[in-house]
């Protein structure tokens, strides 16, 4: 289900560990959101390099924080400082993500 909804995000914008778990009906399973995609096998067919932590924090990626950086700068997200820039302006949330 984690990754059906990360499916959803569009270029160019990023959601929350927390958004996500929001869509699946638990704000306090963020910790299991990211479990799963560090699973994740199809990792830029399934764009979990747009997860971010809820305070615009680049956070994690199982390829490096660099290459996570790269792959959002190549879609035109700015990143200052480990964070994202215009973060609330490009943030997706939850209601965006369910079904």
Known sequence: MVLSIVERI?????TTYKEIAIALGNKNLARVVGLALRRNPRLIEVPCHRVVYS???VG??????DRKKELLMS????IENDRIVDFDRILVRADFLRD
């Open 60 to 65: 994690g990626y199982v390829l490096g924080v």
């Open 75 to 78: 879609e035109g997200i700015g």
């Open 55 to 57: 305070d615009g924090r």
């Open 10 to 14: 569009p270029r160019g914008r990023v």
